[in-house]
């Protein structure tokens, strides 16, 4: 074999002949009638002959193919170890494959600088079809079993990085750094991180230094993730990768990056995502960091370029925000976060200011995120402002209604997530928001005054608790209270929003009754049936409203006294009976019946209460039926009779004496005849509206028949005695 080696050195062409010598070589190996570590050497060193970029990039991969499996390495046959006399051990190997690949890497490179220029992207794209045959060298690095962690740290990575960065090519170094990332396990590169961080500070400017932290810290991730980081480590991870992302962000000649806005805000935010948010989701202090570090840059860009910020830019920016609300899932340690609230509202322009401000909502709300102090409101309103008010020039009309309308049903909603176990606090958030609700305008606070209301009203019980034993001190505490709201509900009174006062009146007066306070009760129906006086003039606004009263007062006679019970309820059949349309007369009067029968159980052992005028009752059901008799409309006359029935049994059932068997057989006999006058009706096929009225009005009579029936068959008091 030797001399066979010998004589294909002298074959005429120098590709051939090389081609011929590494196989010859090869097999010179495996007779093992030669040291490998020699032969390897030899090969290597001849291989240099061949300059061309293409010819040579293939004639040192075909030698890195065929000498593959016979690299002196732990447990090799060809290795000093393995039995060959000087055959050389993993060191050998690890020398043959760095210097193989050092050459490769000058070829390939090599090939970027030979040719017009006009071709430059067809060769950029031939280099990238390539780019495997030189990478194959660190992935057979990786597989020598020979070469350790410390072997790596000494001998292997210091001279790859060497080479990478004398490179001084893009294409080269993008791919030779992230394929030397890729081959090697994560406990190679965790010990050798702050070399392989400061040979990345050193590549060429145009590498997207972003992808290289992103694969880094990938490979990196399960590594860490088990590491105990209640302890400190011998390794700052974060700080070396922190150090690295300043030290390229900031143009220095320290280093060739020149990044751009965009690049620089994509490395914090792969950084804040990848390493932070992935290895260390709960160390304030390093969100802390790149906010701090990400300010100071937008700073320095604000100085040095007063021009508003490209859109590409506040899309970063807002992506960076993003991040830390997605992945810290509390509104409120994200807005403490240095500097979040800075940026959002001196470096965005308005549209991404609204769009983080909705989505700070929407975290909030999603997570229901409790917002305990009035710092932690004062934060959220600070970067929430293009929601609360109008900015001046803002083009606010052209805003989709229901767009507005779903951004302030959000601003609302946060206003229940206001939690603190002092009622003093929450009664002091409460009023810097309304201070702050006010400054909306007429359209945002029929949306955002009314949660304030109920969020006030539901302090009135945990105060009242809190202050058992000392009325007098209760006493005024609950007034001031019920000040504030009678004050919050007062401006929605002055504008256009009267039936929604209307209502919010109605509930103060109902949580007042239910702590005793009858006089502020007293004051808010008045309120009501002051707006409904002078500002509700729509029938059906009028009808609802009456309905809405005749509801609150029946649950008042708990706190009101005889006289002013009998004043309030008086005035609301009064009402009751000026409607407009009969049909809404008719069902206003036989609901204000009930005010005069009620029944409250006294609480905590105290006496019952009621208000029974049997006669009173009775009165209202026939003035009832009186008002529906003319309507003209043959099945909304039987559905009001029906209806009527209906009370009159309702009435019947609690013992009520004026309501006797011969007005419920008197009336079920009318309402027979009346419903022999609709026959054909349902049949009709000339209105199908009025035919399916029609017979959901005998339906009506029909289930009301048979519940009379079930009751007399379970001999219900009174029932045999009704005339079917």
């Known amino acids: 074999m030797s001399e066979l080696y010998e004589v294909v050195q002298y074959a005429g062409n120098i590709v051939p002949r090389l081609y011929l010598l590494v196989t010859v070589g090869s097999v010179y190996i495996k007779t093992k009638e030669a040291p490998a570590k020699d032969v390897l050497r030899d090969l290597v060193e001849m291989c240099r002959g061949v300059q061309h970029p293409t010819r040579g990039l293939f004639l040192r991969n075909y030698l890195s193919e065929v000498t593959k499996d016979k690299l002196p390495d732990i447990g090799s046959e060809y290795s000093d170890e393995g039995g060959m006399v000087g055959g050389g051990d993993v060191k050998d190997s690890v020398h043959f494959i760095l210097q193989n690949f050092t050459e490769m890497n000058k070829l390939w490179v090599r090939m970027q600088r030979q040719g017009p220029v006009k071709n430059r992207n067809k060769r950029e794209d031939e280099r990238r079809d390539l780019r495997l045959l030189v990478g194959k060298n660190l992935a057979r690095l990786s597989q020598l079993d020979g070469v350790d962690v410390q072997l790596y740290q000494e001998a292997v990575l210091p001279k790859v990085l060497d080479q990478i960065v004398k490179c001084d090519d893009q ?40 992808e290289i932290f992103e694969r880094l810290i990938e490979r990196l991730k399960p590594l860490l993730t088990g590491l105990d980081h209640s302890q400190p480590q011998e390794i700052d991870v974060f700080e070396l990768f922190f150090s690295t992302a300043k030290l390229v962000a900031t143009p220095s000649e320290q280093h060739n990056y020149k990044l751009s806005q965009t690049d620089v805000l994509s490395l914090y935010s792969k950084l804040l995502e990848e390493l932070v948010f992935g290895v260390y989701p709960n160390h304030t202090p390093y969100i802390n960091r790149i906010f701090d570090a990400v300010y100071d840059h937008l700073v320095s860009w604000a100085a040095s370029e007063p021009a508003t910020a490209s859109n590409d830019t506040l899309s970063k920016l807002y992506a960076l925000l993003k991040i830390a609300l997605d992945k810290q899932h509390n509104v409120v340690a994200t807005l403490a976060t240095a500097h979040y609230i800075d940026i959002v509202n001196t470096h965005l322009n308005a549209s991404s200011q609204k769009r983080i401000a909705d989505e700070i909502l929407k975290s909030a709300l ?18 929430i402002k293009p929601l609360l008010r109008d900015e001046e020039g803002s083009a606010s009309d052209e805003e989709d209604p229901d767009d507005f309308a779903q951004d302030q049903n959000r601003v609302a909603a946060v206003v229940h997530l206001f939690v603190n176990p002092s009622a003093e606090v929450i009664y002091g958030i ?50 001031k209270i019920f000040k504030f709201v009678n004050e919050t509900v007062t401006v929605l009174e002055r504008t256009d929003h009267k039936e929604l006062a209307m209502r919010l009146f109605l509930q103060c007066a109902e949580c007042a009754s239910n702590v005793g306070f009858e006089t502020i009760a007293y004051e808010f129906i008045t309120k009501v049936f002051e707006i409904y006086e002078n500002d509700i003039v729509d029938s059906k606004q009028q009808f609802r409203a009456i309905n809405e009263i005749v509801g609150t007062l029946y649950g008042l006679l708990r706190v009101f006294g005889e006289e ?18 009969k049909h809404d007369q008719c069902r206003a009067v036989y609901m204000c019946a009930h005010l005069f029968w009620g029944e409250v159980k006294g609480e905590n052992g105290g006496e019952d209460k009621e208000w029974k005028n049997g006669k009173k009752v009775l009165a209202l059901l026939q003035k009832s039926l009186r008002i529906a008799e003319p309507t003209m409309d043959s099945s909304l006359n039987v559905s009001l009779y029906v209806e009527i029935l209906n009370e009159y049994l309702y009435f019947f059932e609690h013992k009520n004496d004026a309501v006797q068997v011969k007005y419920l ?60």
């Open 430 to 479: 409460l009023t810097n928001v309304r201070k702050e609700f006010g400054l909306g305008g007429t359209k945002r606070i029929k949306h955002t005054l009314p949660p304030l209301v109920f969020k006030s009203l539901q302090l009135v019980p945990l105060l009242k608790q809190m202050t058992a034993g000392n009325p007098e001190q209760w006493g005024n505490v609950g007034k």
């Open 665 to 724: 057989s008197g009336l079920i006999s009318l309402i027979r005849k009346n419903l022999e006058g609709m026959e054909g009706i349902e049949d009709s096929s000339s209105d199908p509206v009025v035919a399916e009225e029609a017979g959901l009005t005998r339906l009506f009579f029909e289930n009301t028949l048979e519940h009379i029936v079930r009751k007399q068959k379970q001999g219900a008091p009174g029932y045999s005695e009704i005339e079917l």
């Open 366 to 383: 999603a997570h229901q995120t409790i917002i305990p102090t009035v710092q932690d409101v004062e934060r959220l309103f600070a970067c």
């Open 171 to 210: 294409i080269a170094q993008q791919y030779l750094i992230e394929i030397l990332i890729s081959v090697f396990p994560e406990t190679y590169h965790y010990p050798t991180l702050e070399l392989l961080l400061k040979a990345v500070s050193k590549l060429q400017g145009t590498v997207n230094i972003r």
């Open 564 to 581: 002013n019970y009998d004043t309030l309820i008086t005035k609301a059949y009064v009402h009751a009976t000026k409607l407009l349309k």
